[in-house]
Nanobody, 112 residues
Framework: QVHLMESGGGLVQAGGSLRLSCVAS????????MNWYRRAPGKQREFVAG???????MYADSVKGRFTVSRDNAANTVSLQMDSLQPDDTGAYFC??????WGQGTQVTVSS
């Protein structure tokens, strides 16, 4: 049974940073693409960033240059370093794998 667990959310002022982590269990992590999504209040869920098994990354235009996704296969962990945070980055952040599994999410709140 696959289980994804996010952590690292919190409250931060605009311009600040947070680092989210997602630990995967129950499957061989190394071979799967991992993605981060977010859902802002009153908005639809949107793609934020992804990283494939070879380490290639991709980002939503809104976060390019500010967010960095990485993975540690030995630790079954994917991380999202978020810098220069803005109030529009507020939302629940979820990690997901290409098998369609989702974590429970972690809340990020950016105050202006």
């Amino acid at each position: 049974q696959v289980h994804l667990m996010e952590s690292g959310g919190g409250l931060v002022q605009a311009g600040g940073s947070l680092r989210l982590s997602c630990v995967a269990s129950g499957r061989t992590f190394t071979f799967y693409k991992m993605n981060w999504y977010r859902r802002a209040p009153g908005k639809q869920r949107e793609f934020v960033a992804g990283i494939n098994s070879g380490g290639a990354t991709m980002y939503a235009d809104s976060v390019k240059g500010r967010f960095t996704v990485s993975r540690d296969n030995a630790a079954n962990t994917v991380s999202l370093q978020m810098d220069s945070l803005q109030p529009d980055d507020t939302g629940a952040y979820f990690c997901t794998d290409e098998g369609g599994h989702w974590g429970q999410g972690t809340q990020v709140t950016v105050s202006s």
